[in-house]
């Protein structure tokens, strides 16, 4: 089992432009996570997703956008970046809605903006 | 108010010593609480899942008092492997998102 994967590690983008990060797990769970997580800070929630073909909003979720037409891939899309937008961004993944699941996490995206 | 506060680091301790992180949260709705260890530049990964009753792993022991709403983490005896982040997180019953404190460094120097 790969686990949690995403693609690419790293990017770096002008303004304007616009990119999608791909987030895959092959651990048949239900949820998937969007996070980013900057420089001192914890990781803040950006989108979610509790089922294929569902989306949530989470913490922080302006100028991005969501998809997860199969269950095992869930995609953050950037329309039009901002350097504001640089930042460290997590996918993770969780069974099922029980509360004691513990979420498992992909290697990271190293985004920046310039 | 954050919803989930921890102690404000670093903490820098010698080999050996005993080290205890506390962590607060301000919803009382949550009931599933965890300590996820996150290395410098790495993904979190999770280190031990915090139980009504304590719990404990090894050098590591968690404990939850709901009254107060806080957690604890005390690891006994520090390696320099333990030199990490320390992010609490807080679950609601069910709930689909987790939230996560801004973490504490550790540093252990020999």
């Known amino acids: 089992n790969a686990g949690v994967t995403q693609t690419p590690k790293f990017r770096v983008l002008k303004t304007g432009q616009s990119m999608t990060l791909l987030c895959a797990q092959d651990?048949?769970?239900?949820?998937m996570y969007w996070y980013r997580q900057d420089p001192g800070m914890g990781l803040r929630l950006i989108h979610y997703?509790?089922?294929?073909?569902?989306?949530a909003k989470g913490e922080v979720p302006d100028g991005y956008n969501v998809s997860r037409l199969k269950k095992q891939n869930f995609l953050l899309g950037l329309e039009s970046a901002a350097p504001s937008q640089t930042s460290v961004y997590f996918c993770?993944?969780?069974?099922?809605?029980?509360?004691?699941?513990?979420?498992?996490f992909g290697p990271g995206t190293r985004l920046t903006v310039l | 108010r954050k919803e989930v506060e921890q102690d404000p680091g670093p903490f820098n301790v010698p080999e050996g010593a005993t080290v205890a992180f506390n962590c607060t949260y301000s919803?009382?709705?949550?009931?599933?609480f965890f300590w996820y260890r996150q290395d410098c530049r790495k993904e979190p990964k999770l280190l031990m899942s915090?139980?009504?009753s304590g719990n404990e792993d090894g050098r590591f022991t968690a404990q939850l008092n709901r009254a107060s709403q806080y957690i604890s983490l005390l690891i006994r005896d520090s390696k320099l492997s333990d030199s990490a982040t320390y992010l609490c997180v807080v679950r609601e019953t069910n709930a689909g998102k987790s939230t996560f404190g801004d973490g504490t460094t550790l540093t252990v120097k020999p």
């Open positions: 997703s509790v089922g294929e073909g569902t989306t």
């Open positions: 651990m048949n769970h239900e949820y």
């Open positions: 919803n009382s709705a949550s009931q599933s």
């Open positions: 993770a993944s969780r069974r099922d809605n029980l509360a004691v699941n513990e979420q498992f």
């Open positions: 915090v139980y009504s």
